[in-house]
């Protein structure tokens, strides 16, 4: 099917079978099904110019995917699935990336943004990492960017969301790395020291509760606290 015609088919269901090829501006209308076969192929190279939205099922939650097949030669590696928005143009920025959870409709709660390294193989595996890097800066003076976390803004009286680290966490990995804290941390005790040997012995700083803004000064000198 080339060019601009029109291919109309009549009601009831209608097959074609073998490769298709169909170039130009294309419009399929009603339900449509490509490929009957996991070993059936859709290649696209043109744009696409309007959203995507996934049909629900509407019996409940369930999981839409979207993946890339499993290799079938023996020892070989994955293929990557990239996601990246629209490089900007000249002085322009580059597009965002979202993602966002549905939201909830009257008291429900909204979804979840679930990111999950992959699974490690079923003999002695590990599980694969999740990386979020800021953007690298290509050339003259310009910054690299930032990694913002944030917890969702209340309304009304509620409480800004959390952000919860859980696990061992290791914050910097070479000592230019710097650590900017500007909230109070909260707790009566809550730095909690191991030492050199991991183990069940620690030192904890106990803090009081304040009555009062209270200060305490450590000197510019080495020595031992006693």
């Known amino acids: 099917v080339t060019g601009t015609n029109t291919f109309t088919v009549g009601t009831g269901a209608t097959s074609l079978g073998g490769d298709l090829t169909v170039t130009g501006a294309t419009l399929l209308n009603g339900n449509t099904t ?10 696209v190279t043109a744009q696409i110019n309007s959203d995507i939205t996934f049909a629900s099922t509407g019996t409940g939650p369930s999981v839409r995917s979207i993946q890339v097949a499993q290799q079938t030669a023996s020892n070989t590696v994955g ?7 629209g490089q900007g143009n000249g002085s322009g920025n580059g597009g965002d990336l979202l993602f966002a959870a549905g939201s909830a409709d009257t ?6 943004v679930s990111i999950y390294g992959g699974v490690g193989g079923t003999t ?11 953007g690298d800066a290509l ?3 310009g910054n690299g960017g930032n990694i913002v976390l944030q917890g969702g803004i209340p309304d009304g009286s509620g409480n800004e969301g959390s952000i919860s680290l859980i696990s061992n966490t290791t914050i910097g990995n070479a000592t230019t790395d710097r650590l900017t804290v500007t909230s109070q941390i909260l707790g009566g005790s809550p730095l909690v020291f191991q030492g050199a040997t991991d183990n069940g012995f620690t030192t904890t700083f106990a803090v009081t509760d304040p009555t009062a803004n209270n200060t305490i000064t450590f000197p510019d000198s080495s020595g031992t606290v006693q």
């Open 107 to 112: 008291t429900g709660r909204g979804g979840y």
């Open 124 to 134: 002695s595996g590990n599980g694969g990492d999740v990386r979020i890097y800021g």
């Open 139 to 141: 050339a003259g003076n």
């Open 79 to 85: 293929d990557a699935l990239g996601i990246s928005a």
């Open 34 to 43: 490509i490929g009957n076969a996991g070993s059936d192929t859709l290649t």
